[in-house]
């Protein structure tokens, strides 16, 4: 249920990120048809022209440029350090397995719904006491990893849709461009190429189409690895708090059968 609960919650920020996005694109747009009337026809067309005289295909690729931003925004909201590994919560695991006080580990981790609490809350209830040499490592380090896949793929699938934009604005894009090419080429057959200017803007308008599918997926690919990269750093942290925090059980359990292999007779000097 919390899961579900999370997953509702991540998709409604998502949505309202959207709109507002949404709004904040289009409301100077609108603002500006009024401003707009009374332009001079020969006046020199300005970039936001061009876009709209680029046809229909700009549409899909400027919904492709709002979804990258909502994305982007959301994902640097979901990949926090408070949200993964927040410092208070790993110096409180740490200090309580250091005295092998694993329960409190665990109430402590329990009460946070940060990544690495859910995890140390599934794992370290499989710390076996009756093996003090390990303290059933074996065990917990598998529920980690299992926990691992289960958790990852949600927040991997939020990441991977910028792989999905890199790669279909470009095709968008020259689709566009082929389009509006095959239509450039069709208008000089038919006035019988005697007026070049009419197919240089032409052809000009075709190409915004790949320039426009090209400005969405260039930041999209980095986006994805950006966030990729974070995303693999805050889980690995995580991960290794929570094995620290068994290696410090693990050590202060078997303190003193490690003295008691030290040699004798070895002088300090």
Not at 64 to 84: C, E, G, P, R, Y
Request: proline share 4%; net charge negative; glycine share 8%.
């Amino acid at each position: 249920m919390s899961f579900l609960r999370q997953n509702l919650s991540s998709k409604r920020t998502l949505s309202a990120l959207g709109v507002i996005i949404l709004f904040a694109f289009l409301a100077p747009d609108l603002m500006a048809q009024d401003a707009a009337e009374g332009v001079a026809a020969d006046e020199k067309k300005t970039l936001m022209d061009k876009i709209v005289d680029a046809g229909a295909f700009m549409v899909p690729i400027g919904i492709l440029s709002i979804l990258m931003i909502t994305l982007a925004v959301f994902n640097a909201l979901q990949l926090s350090k408070k949200k993964f590994c927040p410092p208070a919560l790993r110096e409180e695991i740490l200090a309580n397995m250091s005295d092998v006080r694993v329960r409190s580990a665990i109430d402590a981790a329990a009460q946070d719904p940060s990544y690495l609490g859910r995890m140390t809350a599934t794992a370290f209830p499989l710390v076996d006491a009756t093996d003090p040499e390990s303290l059933g490592r074996n065990r917990v380090e598998d529920a980690i990893a299992d926990f691992a896949i289960r958790e990852n793929s949600r927040y991997m699938s939020w990441i991977g849709y910028f792989s999905v934009i890199a790669q279909a604005a470009p095709m968008i894009g020259l689709f566009g461009t082929v389009a509006g090419m095959i239509l450039a080429f069709d208008t000089m057959g038919l006035s019988g190429g005697a007026n070049p200017s009419e197919l240089a803007g032409n052809i000009s308008l075709a190409l915004m189409t790949t320039a426009g599918g090209l400005v969405v997926a260039i930041p999209s690919i980095f986006c994805f690895y950006i966030f990729k990269n974070k995303f693999n750093k805050l889980v690995g942290e995580a991960q290794e708090t929570a094995v620290e925090g068994l290696d410090h059980a693990i050590a202060t359990v078997n303190a003193d059968q490690q003295l008691a292999k030290v040699p004798e007779g070895i002088s300090e000097g």
